[in-house]
């Protein structure tokens, strides 16, 4: 199954600019979406961002216009933050959709400071 590690993780101010990113190894010819979660201290995990094959993408209202997901390859993906907000701080998951499963990763934690 696709296997997931994202990075680029750590602590930034508000209004400043950080970008994660995934890297996928196994099958990922098979994977139909790739997105990004997040989970904040005490909250359930929740959809931040997503890019289909055909390269359609789809944001949570939150992040809409300072967030942005592409796709560089098969393999890689990347979720550039720009003017983030403390309430943007959590633990993020890269995620891959195929048919068959849902593949999770190990997240990296994202701090932004006031």
């Known amino acids: 199954h696709v296997q997931l590690q994202a990075s680029g993780g750590g602590s930034v101010q508000a209004g400043g600019s950080l970008r994660l990113s995934c890297e996928a190894t196994?099958?990922?010819?098979?994977?139909?979406?790739r997105t990004w979660y997040r989970q904040a201290p005490g909250n359930q995990r929740e959809l931040v961002a997503g890019?289909?094959?055909?390269?359609?993408t789809n944001y949570a209202d939150s992040v809409k216009g300072r967030f942005a997901v592409s796709r560089e390859n098969a393999e890689n993906w990347s979720l550039q933050m720009n003017n983030p907000k403390p309430e943007d701080t959590g633990v993020y998951y890269c995620n891959a959709k195929t048919r068959l499963r849902n593949n999770w990763g190990r997240g990296t934690l994202v701090t932004v400071s006031s």
């Open positions: 196994g099958p990922t010819n098979m994977i139909d979406i």
């Open positions: 890019i289909r094959n055909n390269g359609s």
